[in-house]
């Protein structure tokens, strides 16, 4: 093997190694740890990025990278050593450009906010929140400067979750999105009306009894893999071999199920990796927006399926007896999908979470652009989500403060969510082509060849592609919304009885 | 504040950094962690420990520790400040002497020699372990001669665990406690021949609620503190305030409670650190000498004490009827405190414990001189239990190859158990002078008055003092293995009847 390949091969199994540990770190510190270790672990964390940081920005590295082009090329495009040189390269670039003093400064102001909005959002009091968020649309702003200028500055923060994907890209998926969805929440909003989510007495252990007997199904191992409570659910681990997922226990709902089948979809990209790729920057999901397609895959066109809970209701109703005694299937399932505008995002249905979205993307765009001021921000939010929900939203607190992404400084990552939408169903249409009896396959308790068919076609490859040169394996083309809206309208008319195909 | 001083402590406090969340990593590896992944966490292990150890042998640090000698000898003896520089030049000078890739090969021959050590105990196959054991050895001595030339090589190894200590200090007290002990033993060999351990049901459950009410006396705060269960019991944590201990539970046995207890010792010394020395090196227990003597304390001395039981005894029966029922405490004190002399160091009851440390004592040194050949070693553990402890050996895995230390390559680490055993006592004595209604207190349930002596007189302090001037400082004098006889004598001779005074 080429040395230069192998030291670089080397280096970045290092750096890998303290990524891993910094994702233990905040594993633990979000599950385990007691609550006064906070002030120590923070230090603790901050030392390990800004080492990991400086080992990959390194002249060193840029000097392999340069002794590799030769080698880069001569090997095949798809092979693991030209993908770890060329995707190597291009987080190497990136990182260099940012100055060390802004990336501290980034880190350093996200820290100091977050305590502000926590404050804030409990007061619902967005004018608090705002030199905070000021201060951090001011770096962003920095930071956007780091690079050559391109056609819209939100790409620029885009690309940090969506790799090469452009804000004029998104926007033609998302418009479409925001007619059709527009048009089935108005259409659905008398006849969904009378159907409530399903509420009862569900005691927590049982709970983890059930989703753990749901989630070894869909390829959870003991051997590989934890589940623990914590405030909000996300999936973490020490690698390949090592899946964490989290959720959340509401002793009144079955939310906590479905955010764990949801975390599941995230541990299995990652679980799905090929071993090869071990500690290696290649070694996890190649985007938020597929890592987004596989959860919501999981959780919605799995979990919320009725060739699913055929299989799974009768143990289900076992399991609660008091809450669901007299609950048949046929009520059952539509109260698990039921159609109702909202005011939280992470409480939304599958035909108004998109709207959600659509409007932080827009609001993004305009904050960074200036056509809305900061001031302005709390105002155009109402405005928003009474357009695009028809409905009023009361407070701050369940308005522009319910997420704690902007106190993090992170612009550019909500339209990852609703991608991932798009995109779980575009990839389920191909699979639904090369399994035909996988809904039967659901009503016998089998996902086996369901994972099969992810591991083998998008799984496996980890960070080696792009997210577009991903869905173009994948899916045989470029991202589509179309899918996405037939499955809404086919599954929400077979349940409210709409017309299934869109006017 | 003196600009090299700043800048030496934010270097130990990035190296201090890396080694808590080692200190978690391995935490969690032993709790946590999913079996599958364990190959990847140990090259995280291996990285962080890399790093923390080139960052720390670095030339800088060594260029700002000669900067700081002036400002060392201008600040008091024992201010943060002196200590901090002095305890780190010790640190530097040692770690510069061992060159990295032996360093490498002991860390890699330790971890190659682990499975097999497994395989070799389960099989109680000693000769399988042999070529193992042997490479250890001799990389010891290839890490002895990185050093000065000492009275006895093996103060060398010992000194990596309890640091100034001699063999020859060591031996003065270790043969004065094998007469001693030795004739202990002897005398009750008759009289504690019927008093059987305490066997009986104990379901995990109702164990942990009744140690968490027992720790939690002791000082034991969810908000800084966590217990786990694990297989073999340990304390570490990834701060002052986040201090995590575990214990094991055997269902037929209380032996878990003391485990506990132990545990809860070891915390309360690393939760009693001051908070100025968070994130330096000074921040944990001085040698492993003192912190066994803290563990012991909690374990033997006040947990194994009548006044603890007179306090608790109630609601353990009130815990466990099935068990302890018809079991007076008249009954039960004697049954938490038999004396069988016994195979297994880890099980070893008070009078008996120190016999199996000094035996290991004693073959170290041995075959590090060579006057006991590997291939006899087995033979003459054998020959040793017999003489120290009147019993049969009747296979390899209850004979040498019970314990993991010489597997890791451990040599010197034994004799700590037991001085920390003659240290317990000797603080002891000091704290009745200074309490003499402690006991009154332990009736009371109360512990915090002990609590607050230990950190005021040891915890506190930390590393700033060797162990040594620490002993000095805690109890008036050098080490002494008096007040360990004293307690034993008299203890046991409460309990069997032996004359109170030794012979």
């Known amino acids: 093997m080429n040395p230069s390949f192998t030291k670089l091969k080397d280096r970045l199994a290092e750096i890998n190694d303290l990524g891993k540990a910094l994702s233990i770190l905040g594993w633990d510190q979000q599950t385990m740890m007691p609550p006064r270790g906070s002030a120590v672990r923070a230090e603790q964390m901050a030392t390990l990025g800004r080492i990991a940081h400086e080992k990959f920005t390194s002249d060193e590295v840029g000097r392999l990278l340069d002794e590799l082009e030769g080698f880069e090329s001569s090997m095949p495009y798809d092979s693991d050593e030209a993908s ?29 906010a977050l305590p502000v909005w926590i404050d804030a959002r409990e007061r619902s009091d967005f004018k608090s929140f705002l030199p905070a968020l000021r201060t951090n649309l001011e770096l962003r702003h920095r930071y956007i400067e780091c690079f050559e200028p391109a056609e819209n500055p939100y790409d620029i923060v885009l690309d940090d979750f969506e790799r090469g994907m452009t804000t004029a890209e998104v926007s033609v998926v998302f418009d479409r999105i925001k007619a059709e969805q527009g048009q089935l929440i108005a259409d659905l909003r008398e006849r969904a009306a009378d159907v409530d989510p399903l509420r009862g007495d569900f005691p927590q252990d049982r709970q983890k009894q059930f989703e753990l007997s749901v989630v070894e199904r869909f390829g959870f191992e003991r051997e590989s893999w934890r589940l623990d409570p914590t405030v909000h659910p996300f999936a973490s681990g020490g690698g390949i071999d090592d899946i964490r997922i989290t959720t959340r226990y509401i002793e009144d709902s079955l939310e906590g199920l479905f955010a764990t089948m949801h975390e599941t979809g995230h541990g299995l990209y990652e679980h799905g ?12 999901g190649t985007s938020l927006g597929l890592h987004e397609s596989q959860s919501r895959m999981w959780e919605n066109l799995v979990g919320r399926s009725l060739p699913f809970w055929r299989f799974f209701y009768p143990s289900l109703k076992e399991t609660f007896p008091e809450a669901l005694g007299g609950v048949e299937l046929e009520e059952f399932y539509p109260r698990v999908n039921t159609v109702r505008p909202s005011l939280i995002r992470v409480e939304a249905d599958e035909a108004t979470y998109n709207m959600h979205i659509i409007l932080r993307f827009e609001l993004e765009q305009e904050i960074l652009s200036g056509a809305v001021a900061l001031e302005e921000l709390s105002e155009a939010w109402r405005a928003r989500v009474d357009e695009y929900l028809g409905i009023d939203v009361p407070d701050d607190r369940r308005g522009v403060l319910q997420d704690v992404h902007w106190a993090g400084g992170h612009i550019g990552y909500f339209p990852t969510y609703a991608l991932g939408n798009v995109l779980s169903a575009q990839i389920w249409e191909r699979i639904l082509v090369d399994i035909p009896e996988l809904y039967d396959q659901f009503e016998q308790g089998d996902f086996g060849e369901l994972r099969g068919w992810l591991r083998e076609h998008l799984h496996r490859h980890g960070r080696k592609f792009t997210p577009k040169e991903t869905i173009e394996r994948v899916c045989g083309g470029p991202i589509d919304p179309e899918p996405y809206l037939r499955y809404l309208r086919d599954k929400l008319g077979g349940i409210y009885g709409l017309a299934a195909t869109p006017a």
Do not use: H, I, N, Y
């Open 84 to 112: 770890l040189v060329r995707v190597t390269r291009t987080d190497w670039e990136k990182a260099r450009r940012v100055p060390s003093e802004l990336r501290a400064e980034l880190t350093r102001q996200a820290s100091l």
């Open 273 to 284: 990796v090929a071993p090869e790729l071990e500690r290696s920057p290649l070694a996890r």
